[in-house]
C-alpha cells in the first residue's frame, strides 16, 4: 500500500482513480473530488475541506478525521466504509451507499444525511440540527444514539435501535419493521403510519404518538404527561407502565396500562373499533 503523509492537496481531482493508498496527516484543501473512483483508501488524521471527496470508492476506512464545512456531501456512491472516531460538521453526507459501519462519529449538521443507504451499522452516533437524517434506507443496526435532528428515520425499512435519545418530530414515519429497544424518544407524531413498529423499554414524549400505525406493538414502555391522543386509527398491542395520559379511537388490538387520562372514543372510531383498554391490577376493560 502507498503512503501518502504530511502533504496538502487541492483543486479537481487531485487523488483521482488512486488505489491501495494511506492518507496520514494530509489535508484536502478546497476543490472538488479529490479521492473519486477510487479504492482500498485509508485516511488516518485528516482534513477534508474541499466538496465530495469520496465519491465511487470501494473499500476504505476513515479514521479520527475531520470534515470542515466545506466537505459538503462527501461520501456519495460508495461501499464498505469503516469510520472511527470522526467529527464532521458538513451537511449532507453519506448518500446511495452500501455497507457503512460507522464508531464514535459526531455529526455537527446532520442535514440530510444517510440518504438511500443500506447496511448501516453504528455505534455511539450523535447527529445534531438539520432534516431527515436516514430518509429511505434500509437494513440498519444503531447501538447507541443522540440525536436533535428533525424529522428522523422516515421511510426506513428493517431497522434495530438500542439506547438511543431522539429528540425531535415526526420521527419513524412511514416505517416498516422498525424496532426500538431502551431509548428516549422526545417529540410530536411520533410513528405516524408505520408497519410493524415496536417499541421495548422505552420512554415516549409528545403530542399525539403512534397514531395510524398498522401492527405497532408497545412492550413495558412509559409515556410523558403531554402524550395525549395516542394510537388514533392504529391496531396495536402494548403494555404501559404507569400512566399515559390520553387514548382516542384506537381501531384495534388491546392496551394495558396503570391509569388512563382522556379517553375519546366517538363516532369517528374507524371498524373494526373493538380495541381494549385494560388497567394493570383490576383487568378492567373499559369498552366493555
Known sequence: MKLIKDAEFGGERPLFESHDLRLENVVIRAGESAIKECSNIEAFECRFEGNYPFWHVHGFKIDRCYFDVGGRSALWYCDHLKMTDTIIDAPKM???????????????????????CNGI????????????????????????????????????????????????KDAFWEVENVTI?????????????????RLVNCHITGEQPLCYAHDLVLENCTFGPDCDRAFEYSSVQATIKGAIGGVKNPRTGCITAESYGEIILDENIKEPADCELRLWNEKTCFTD
Do not use: C
Request: hydrophobic share 35%.
Open 94 to 116: 453519506f448518500r446511495e451507499m452500501s455497507e457503512i459501519d460507522i464508531e464514535n462519529v459526531t455529526m455537527n449538521d446532520a442535514d440530510e444525511v444517510f440518504w438511500r
Open 121 to 168: 451499522r453504528a455505534k455511539n452516533l450523535k447527529l445534531h440540527g438539520g432534516t431527515y437524517p436516514f430518509m429511505f434506507s434500509h437494513d440498519i443496526y444503531v447501538d447507541g444514539l443522540e440525536s436533535d435532528s428533525k424529522y428522523v428515520f422516515q421511510y426506513v425499512k428493517n431497522v434495530e435501535i438500542h439506547n438511543a435519545k431522539i429528540t425531535t
Open 181 to 197: 429497544y431502551d431509548s428516549e424518544l422526545n417529540g410530536e407524531y411520533l410513528g405516524w403510519h408505520s408497519h410493524n413498529l
